[in-house]
């Protein structure tokens, strides 16, 4: 089946400095990618949709120049969390799509924690 | 616009009992897909299952369920004879043509107990 590779797993990282998280799909061509943020005990909340060699569109209140999302091939997509704060602490999720009709496969999550 | 409605935020129950996790979604569009996911303590998301609006068959597989009625706009997702490793957050989710992207319920946190 699809297989989506997510690294790192975990990260803690100084606050002020910047953090990538790549998503990668081995075993298929992923059309559009989304990226997710989950605070415990929440649901996921989309922060973007990418589509490779495009810019990501970013959902309300996502700041795009926080989270840089790159999607240069169709199979993979980073997302650099630039001078993180404490609040940026989250687990991060990426998902790659080839169509609703194919659903969607996502990756293990990247658990971020900024000290 | 989308809406996915979990209703149960959080469900406690015995080892072998059976548990039905309730989902209601809200689209205007006629084609959509619904999905159920799996999230356990360690955080990666298992699909479960997907069906489309126009396939309201009754789906089985092994101890799951899943009870899709566009009558009342559900997709209930039961486990039978729960055991332990079923403790997890579940997810359901709604996809539809025109949104191309997935839109999460609030999921509901089940714990098996022995």
């Known amino acids: 089946g699809a297989v989506v590779s997510q690294h790192p797993s975990w990260v803690i990282c100084k606050s002020g400095t910047s953090v990538k998280i790549e998503c990668r799909s081995l075993?298929?061509?992923?059309?559009?990618m989304f990226w997710y943020r989950q605070f415990p005990k929440q649901s996921l909340m989309l922060m973007a949709t990418s589509n490779e060699g495009s810019k990501a569109t970013y959902e309300q209140g996502v700041e795009k120049d926080k989270f840089l999302i790159n999607h240069a091939s169709l199979t993979l997509s980073t997302l650099t969390v630039t001078s993180a704060h404490p609040e940026d602490s989250s687990f991060y999720i990426c998902?790659?799509?080839?169509?609703?009709?194919?659903?969607?496969?996502f990756g293990s999550g990247t658990r971020l924690t900024v000290v | 616009a989308q809406k996915v409605t979990q209703a149960q935020t959080e469900i406690s129950v015995v080892e072998k009992e059976d548990v039905t996790l309730d989902c209601v979604y809200e689209t205007r569009d006629t084609t959509y897909y619904l999905f159920w996911y799996k999230q356990p303590p360690s955080g990666e998301l298992v699909f479960l299952i997907r069906r489309n609006s126009f396939d309201e068959q009754n789906e089985i597989s092994g101890r799951y369920s899943w009870n899709f009625q566009k009558s009342t706009s559900s997709f209930n997702f039961t486990i039978t004879a729960s055991q332990v490793v079923d403790s997890a957050v579940y997810f359901c989710a709604l996809d539809t043509g025109t949104a191309s992207k997935l839109t999460f319920g609030t999921g509901t946190r089940l714990q098996v107990t022995l």
């Open positions: 075993d298929f061509q992923a059309t559009t």
């Open positions: 998902s790659a799509s080839q169509g609703a009709r194919l659903g969607y496969t």
